[in-house]
């Protein structure tokens, strides 16, 4: 992404991984993000993997945007083969700013790739 540009700038371009569905802190690890994608159902964890990737933008339902990096990704799958993704956040991150509703977009500017 070119740091010359507000990063309101690309999130029209960034594809959409999910909507927060819950937050919380772990103690000593940092702030997950819980939610599903139904996109996300058919694909194997690799390639979810790789489309979060290492950093996200969460845009805040008040319309703040945070950009923040990724320590670790966790997709379960329930038995009717949904996926159910929880995303744990560095954690320099502040649980009290992100909120239920909140969408969660890739930081990979599709022109970029």
């Known amino acids: 992404m070119r740091g010359d540009q507000p990063l309101h700038q690309y999130t029209r371009l960034m594809p959409a991984i999910m909507s927060v569905l819950d937050v919380f802190e772990l103690a000593e690890c940092g702030v ?5 994608n139904p996109r ?6 690799e390639a979810i993997q790789e489309i979060i990737g290492k950093a996200l933008v969460i845009q805040l339902p008040q319309g703040e945007e945070l950009s923040v990096n990724v320590v670790e990704v ?3 799958r329930s038995l009717v083969d949904q996926v ?3 995303i744990l956040l560095e ?9 239920i ?3 969660v977009l890739s930081l990979e500017n599709p022109e970029e790739s």
Not at 32 to 36: D, E, L, P, R, Y
Not at 40 to 45: V, Y
Request: charge should be negative; aromatic fraction near 4%; proline fraction near 0%.
């Open 32 to 36: 997950v993000i819980a939610g599903s």
């Open 40 to 45: 996300f159902n058919e694909l194997k964890n």
């Open 74 to 76: 966790d997709i379960a």
């Open 84 to 86: 159910n993704i929880s």
């Open 91 to 99: 954690h320099t991150v502040d649980l009290e700013k992100i909120k």
């Open 101 to 103: 509703g909140s969408q």
